[in-house]
């Protein structure tokens, strides 16, 4: 680690993301990830995409073969020449700030609120996400809205879960990811390929007291089926 540039060095320290630091740490520390460790240690089912998190901050790696438990060759990463940052880091920035101009015209179009949990949001908590993961729709015109929403930070973490466990991440089916609830909440006909409907409910200030009340009556396993049944026996 003190072989690398303290401005490289500081480049890597500057990454907060979960998914991009755990990359960069687990590199540091043993000079190279192989896609079967993002797959093993960390659970990342696509490990390019975790890749493509780490060189959109600008860092360069560099992707080669190594031979995996299994006998196979699989990819490794390790970083490439820290002098390479400042062409990507031009590269990068330029991204960074249509990125900010994309969240600056979605919240004027929307409101500070998150797509999946409906609520408002501080601005700077605010994520976002391609409707269509990039991984199967591809990139898209920063220009056109439509294509984008904005998540909070735990709406992308269970979005990207769902995403990278559904069946549509092999078949990549854009088309399917369209119709999808974690897409267009707004209008879905499935739930990662199952015939379902959702409403997240958000407890916050005064209704903390209504949770209570629910989970000491229901469990906290059974909230979800007293929420239902209270539905049901109310919209007879």
């Keep these: ?68 438990s299994e006998g196979r060759k699989i990819a490794a990463y390790k970083f490439g020449d820290p002098e390479d940052i400042d062409n990507a880091l031009s590269k990068a920035s330029g991204r960074t700030v249509l990125s900010k101009a994309l969240k600056r015209a979605l919240i004027e179009k929307y409101g500070a609120r998150c797509f999946i949990y409906l609520e408002k949001t501080e601005e700077s908590k605010l994520q976002v996400d391609h409707r269509v993961p990039y991984e199967i729709g591809g990139e898209h015109d920063e220009t056109d809205t439509d294509c984008f929403m904005l998540l909070s930070p735990s709406a992308n973490r269970a979005k990207s879960w769902t995403c990278e466990h559904c069946k549509n991440w092999e078949i990549k089916d854009a088309d ?54 209270i539905l049901h026996e109310h919209l007879k």
């Design 176 to 229: 399917f990811c369209m119709r999808c609830f974690w897409a267009h909440p707004e209008n879905y006909d499935h739930v990662a390929g199952k015939p379902e409907k959702m409403v997240t409910v958000i407890f916050s200030g005064k209704e903390i007291d209504d949770y209570n009340k629910l989970i000491s009556l229901s469990g906290e396993k059974t909230a979800q089926e007293t929420i239902k049944k």
């Design 1 to 68: 680690m003190n072989d690398y540039p303290k401005e490289f060095l500081d480049l890597l320290d500057s990454v907060t993301a979960k998914r991009p630091r755990t990359v960069i740490q687990h590199i540091l520390k043993h000079g190279y990830i192989t896609s079967q460790e993002l797959k093993d240690l960390y659970g990342y089912n696509h490990p390019p995409r975790a890749i493509r998190d780490v060189r959109e901050y600008g860092i360069p790696l560099i992707t080669y073969r190594v031979l995996g």
